[in-house]
């Protein structure tokens, strides 16, 4: 196939890049570099079965040649105010990216007669009354905190997503992606992975807002790649979880980069929590995934860290 993504400069749309033209599809790579990296595809220069287009997906989206498949990955994805990629201090770009870019990559896909697949979030289910959150959860919103220009675009994202499936006949998919890491994170983007990992290779005290008991779960990038490309390929049009089942807190996961990272500051606790809305719990009910996809995670957090750190060790040298 032919296929587009967007935000393919991005931490996981470079993983999709690679992914798909390792299976012999050819990829458009489209970002703005708002919060993607050029040298997250420099490795892709000069392959025969990847071209790059830099363009704004809020702004109408043309693409010469037949497109198969639309992939929709362009967006701020960090909750955190103090990062510069975050969508607390790029709100407008955020609801632009998850209302009029799904609405122009929707308009590919319906011309092209190609198949959609969307980029949707755990975010959507705000902080949740259900646990584990099933795709059955309607979520926990709250729609002007300073998170609910993330939440609601990605909400906006799949009604729109749905309302062109029904009305249109578009081939839609909606993945909700939950936590992921893996190398090409962007090492000040605010969030718990690259934070904790920049913080112990530095040799600094891990920063954790509140008592350490809130609690994620985490899937390491190749996992959830692998239950992307299975959605792409399948029949599915409802949302389907993709994430790690496995929850830990906070706390025990700085105790664990600290240990992995030979760290030996103390973390220390912040009292005040960084963000009224900030989910406490989170974690996937897979049930679908498997069923339907035939998916589950295999790397463990244990295992996805240690081939993470070397990444962010490069990262901090080079930098």
């Given amino acids: 196939m032919r296929i587009l993504i967007t935000g393919a400069a991005g931490f996981l749309g470079s993983h999709l890049c690679d992914r798909l033209i390792r299976d012999g599809h050819q ?3 489209m970002d703005n570099f708002i919060t993607g990296r050029p040298a997250n595809l420099a490795h892709l220069a000069g392959n025969e079965n990847f071209s790059f287009i830099r363009h704004d997906v809020s702004n109408f989206i043309f693409v010469s040649g037949e497109i198969d498949a639309v992939l929709h990955f362009a967006s701020p994805a960090s909750p ?18 998850g209302a009029l870019g799904t609405h122009n990559s929707l ?20 902080d949740p009354l259900e646990h584990p959150q099933k ?5 926990h919103v709250d729609p002007i905190g300073e998170r609910s220009v993330y939440d609601e675009a990605k909400r906006f994202a799949e009604a729109l997503t749905m309302a062109y499936h029904r009305f249109h006949g578009v081939d839609t998919r909606i993945a909700r992606i939950f936590n992921t890491f893996g190398p090409r994170m962007q090492i000040d983007d605010g ?7 920049r913080q ?5 005290p891990l920063t954790i807002y509140g008592d350490g008991s809130q609690t994620r779960s985490f899937c390491y990038v190749d996992d959830l790649i692998e239950g992307l490309y299975r959605l792409l390929m399948s029949d599915e049009h409802q949302p389907v979880n993709i994430g790690n089942p496995v929850e830990t807190t906070i706390l025990e ?7 992995l990272t030979n760290n030996p500051s103390e973390n220390i606790l912040i009292p005040a ?10 974690r996937p009910d897979i049930q679908r995934a498997k069923d339907i996809l035939a998916w589950e995670p295999k790397v463990d957090l244990e295992s996805g860290l240690a081939l993470t750190i070397p990444y962010f060790k490069q990262e901090l040298k080079a930098g």
Wanted: with cysteine; glycine share 6%; aromatic share 12%.
């Fill in 27 to 29: 990829v458009v790579g």
């Fill in 80 to 97: 955190n105010e103090k990062s510069p990629y975050g969508y607390v201090n790029l709100p407008i770009q955020t609801m632009k990216a």
């Fill in 107 to 126: 308009g590919v896909a319906y011309a092209q007669k190609a198949r959609f697949l969307l980029a949707s979030t755990s975010e959507i289910y705000g």
């Fill in 135 to 139: 795709e059955t959860y309607w979520g």
């Fill in 191 to 197: 969030r718990v992975v690259p934070n904790f990992l």
């Fill in 200 to 204: 112990a290779l530095c040799r600094e």
């Fill in 253 to 259: 996961f700085a105790n664990l980069i600290n240990r």
């Fill in 273 to 282: 929590a960084r963000s009224e809305s900030d989910p406490q719990r989170r």
